[in-house]
């Protein structure tokens, strides 16, 4: 780990992480806003357009069947370990992620122990209902069908569990993370752009009880100037 991160993480008692997508690029997951990004390929398809258009659900599903065929043969990187290092040694009581790819419970935090505030892309929901439906299921339907996936018991419109632009956010999940970002003495943001709001406040929440706040990133980010320490560069080679 960089000396200068590995000593303000000593002087500190409580720490909170938040990860973006840039933890998961060096297992070969692509980030959304680094040239080549998920969004310099694909159009954003907001969930207003997925509720009311069957195509735009047809192309979110086939999105989401890529991605799960790429998460099938993706491993947790010496990011996530570090980070999973630092619950395990109870320094910090859980990770909020933006996240989608379950990469941090892979690495062995445990579900309970990863605040996933955009959702995750691992399963699908009934979004009438809210019954859990699996993505192999989904699969099955759509290929069955040629039809989007509907929810198997009201047979409501059933979506990705990852929170959509246009989406509400998690309440329940987004609260934990600023009680996290409140209550800790050092806020570690890793591999983000600190672009999305509301995620992109947490740094915010932290700073007003004058936390210190540190940013591992390749890019520099807006928030960079709020920091005590910015150390830009591969995040494996930061942490691990
Ligand atoms: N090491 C260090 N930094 C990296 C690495 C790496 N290996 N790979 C990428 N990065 C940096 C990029 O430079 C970029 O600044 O990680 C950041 C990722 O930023 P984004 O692609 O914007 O991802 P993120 O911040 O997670 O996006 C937030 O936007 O589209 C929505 O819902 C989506 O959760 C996502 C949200």
């Known amino acids: ?36 990004g998920i969004w310099s390929r694909y159009r954003i398809i907001e969930y207003g357009e997925f509720m009311a258009s069957e195509t735009a659900r047809l192309e979110d599903w086939r999105r989401r069947f ?19 290092r630092l619950l395990a040694e109870g320094r910090c009581p859980a990770v909020i992620t933006q996240n989608i790819d379950g990469l941090h419970q ?7 122990k990863v605040v996933e505030i955009h959702g995750n892309a691992r399963h699908a929901l009934c979004t009438r209902c809210g019954l859990r439906h699996e ?11 040629g039809r989007p996936p509907a929810c198997r018991a009201c047979g409501g419109i059933v979506k990705s569990a990852v929170v959509m632009f246009g989406q509400m956010m998690p309440e329940a999940a987004f609260a934990r993370a600023v009680r ?4 800790c003495d ?6 983000t752009s600190l672009v999305v709001h509301p995620a992109a406040s947490l740094p915010i929440h932290a700073l007003r009880n004058h936390t210190r706040l540190a940013i591992v990133n390749r890019e520099p980010t807006e928030f960079d100037e709020l920091a005590e320490l910015v150390l830009n560069g591969e995040i494996g080679e930061l942490l691990g």
Request: hydrophobic fraction near 40%.
């Open 135 to 145: 993505i192999a299921e989904c699969r099955a339907m759509l290929e069955k069908t």
């Open 186 to 191: 050092l806020f570690i943001a890793v591999g």
């Open 180 to 183: 996290l970002a409140e209550g």
């Open 1 to 36: 780990m960089h000396p200068a991160l590995a000593r303000l993480i000593e002087e500190s008692g409580t720490i909170a992480v938040l990860t973006g997508a840039g933890i998961s690029t060096e297992s070969g997951i692509p980030d959304f806003r680094s040239p080549g």
């Open 106 to 112: 892979e690495s062995g935090v445990p579900d309970d």
């Open 66 to 84: 890529d991605m799960e065929d790429q998460l099938g043969q993706v491993r947790p990187n010496r990011g996530h370990l570090a980070i999973a």
